[in-house]
């Protein structure tokens, strides 16, 4: 049951273009989505994140579009650098019955992104 | 450096032994997170701690457990290791309840032969 789904295992951009990455979610009770982004041999180190209240959050170059319609989000790299060859996981959080939250982050598979100078 | 310590980086062990993950939170950090990430998939939650108690946990097996001492460092112990539970171990910590996301270290790899 893949709650958090990125579609696409690997992306190419030439640098200096946008790259767009994919997450689709399942769980309507998701209201917070995070972008990690991971190197080889590191952790993953936090990107960007956009509550549902939001349908869009900018960060320098990094924006994320939230679609609740469609439970849809992207995370747009404009422009995209050599350094952001890495591969790129979304993940969702959801408040529990209780009210108040725990922390699970539900992740996608990744997508690896690649830049090419 | 994320200030989230796991040891060893590296662990390879025999099916069925027995093996201890630990990990060190960020200063100041009270909850911690394990997470397994096997080849080709993303990761997946095995459990949470907050100031020493279990707070959630995901899909864990119950040949694994896990827990956290007063000192906030944790430990995640793997017990009749089969071949499929190769995978790299994550720890992350947070300060709170880590609804908006927390700190990874870099991973303990195990491989099982």
């Known amino acids: 049951d893949q709650q958090v789904k990125q579609n696409s295992p690997s992306l190419s951009v030439q640098e200096g273009r946008i790259s767009i990455l994919n997450c689709d979610y399942t769980n309507s009770m998701f209201d917070y989505f995070l972008w990690y982004k991971k190197y080889p041999a590191e952790g993953p180190t936090f990107l960007i994140s956009?509550?549902?209240?939001?349908d869009k959050n900018e960060d320098g170059r990094f924006t994320v579009f939230l679609n609740k319609s469609a439970k849809h989000l992207s995370l747009h790299i404009v422009p995209s650098q050599p350094g952001d060859s890495a591969v790129y996981f979304c993940?969702?959080?959801?408040?529990?019955?209780?009210?108040?939250?725990?922390?699970?982050?539900?992740f996608g598979q990744g997508t690896i992104l690649t830049v090419h100078p | 450096d994320s200030g989230v310590t796991q040891t060893p980086k590296h662990l390879i062990t025999a099916t069925g032994q027995r093996v201890t993950l630990r990990c060190s939170p960020r200063s100041g950090d009270l909850s911690v997170y394990w997470y397994q990430q096997s080849l080709d998939q993303g990761l997946q939650f095995l459990i949470q701690y907050y100031n020493g108690e279990e707070r959630a946990k995901g899909n864990i097996l119950e040949r694994f457990s896990a827990q956290q001492f007063p000192d906030l460092h944790s430990e995640l112990n793997l017990s009749s290791l089969e071949l499929g539970d190769s995978a790299l171990y994550f720890c992350?910590?947070?300060?709170?309840?880590?609804?908006?996301?927390?700190?990874f270290g870099s991973g303990t790899r195990l491989t099982v032969v």
């Open positions: 992350a910590s947070s300060a709170g309840q880590g609804r908006y996301g927390y700190t």
């Open positions: 993940a969702a959080t959801e408040a529990n019955a209780g009210g108040t939250s725990y922390g699970k982050l539900t």
């Open positions: 956009i509550s549902s209240i939001k």
